[in-house]
């Protein structure tokens, strides 16, 4: 139980372009869902926290305008990064926790996005 | 402000002991994660501490001792397939994760 996958595993996208990545919670309903990036050889940075029906909660430094997410149901989050660049390249990560379970969190597998 | 320390990288022989420590100073505590990563993949959860002490499972084990800000995860019998980053995470008040920057572990025959 509790898998989360992610859509596409990796995207290659030309710079300006728009690029929506899925996350899904496939057994459990996730009430909350977490967007990470991951720069090479670096930790995990919390991007934003979305609750199911609800505005998600930038963290500082993120632009909310650029990285949209949308979380419209308990078991589907999506993040589009608009107008990407190249240094938007990263593994995107989600995670999704239930109301029950706040300790802790299932990762999808990630998506590697490259923008050339 | 919220930190969390790990060694870089440690290297190990495959079949001994190694223990990776995790240090950390957060705006509250609900418990201390670590989580397994291999290169290009997400991370796996490994164990949870809320409570001082150490939690056994398997050939892992989870060490924490919330007074000294501290905890250690110990690898035994060490396989090839160990060689991963190890990522120690605090759960601070808001039941937020705070990352560390994750140790490389790498196995030698």
């Known amino acids: 139980g509790a898998v989360v996958s992610q859509h596409p595993s990796w995207v290659i996208c030309k710079s300006g372009t728009s690029v929506k990545i899925e996350c899904r919670s496939l057994?459990?309903?996730?009430?909350?869902m977490f967007w990470y990036r991951q720069f090479p050889k670096q930790s995990l940075m919390l991007m934003a926290t979305?609750?199911?029906?609800?505005?998600?909660?930038?963290e500082q430094g993120v632009e909310k305008d650029k990285f949209l997410i949308n979380h419209a149901s308990l078991t589907l989050s999506t993040l589009t990064v608009t107008s990407a660049h190249p240094e938007d390249s990263s593994f995107y990560i989600c995670?999704?926790?239930?109301?029950?379970?706040?300790?802790?969190?299932?990762f999808g597998p990630g998506t590697r996005l490259t923008v050339t | 402000g919220q930190n969390i320390d790990q060694p870089t990288e440690m290297t190990a022989t495959e079949g001994a002991i190694v223990q990776i420590n995790c240090t950390y100073q957060?705006?509250?505590?609900?418990?201390l994660f670590w989580y397994q990563q291999h290169a290009g993949e997400a991370p796996t959860f490994l164990s949870y501490n809320v409570l001082d002490g150490l939690e056994e499972k398997g050939r892992f084990s989870s060490f924490l001792s919330r007074s000294k800000g501290y905890s250690y995860l110990l690898l035994k019998e060490l396989q090839m397939k160990d060689s991963a980053s190890y990522l120690c995470a605090v759960a601070d008040s808001n039941y937020q994760l705070i990352w560390g920057a994750g140790t490389k572990l790498i196995i030698k025959p």
């Open positions: 979305s609750n199911e029906g609800s505005k998600a909660t930038y």
């Open positions: 995670s999704a926790r239930t109301l029950a379970g706040i300790y802790e969190q299932y």
């Open positions: 057994d459990f309903q996730a009430t909350t």
């Open positions: 957060t705006s509250g505590f609900n418990g």
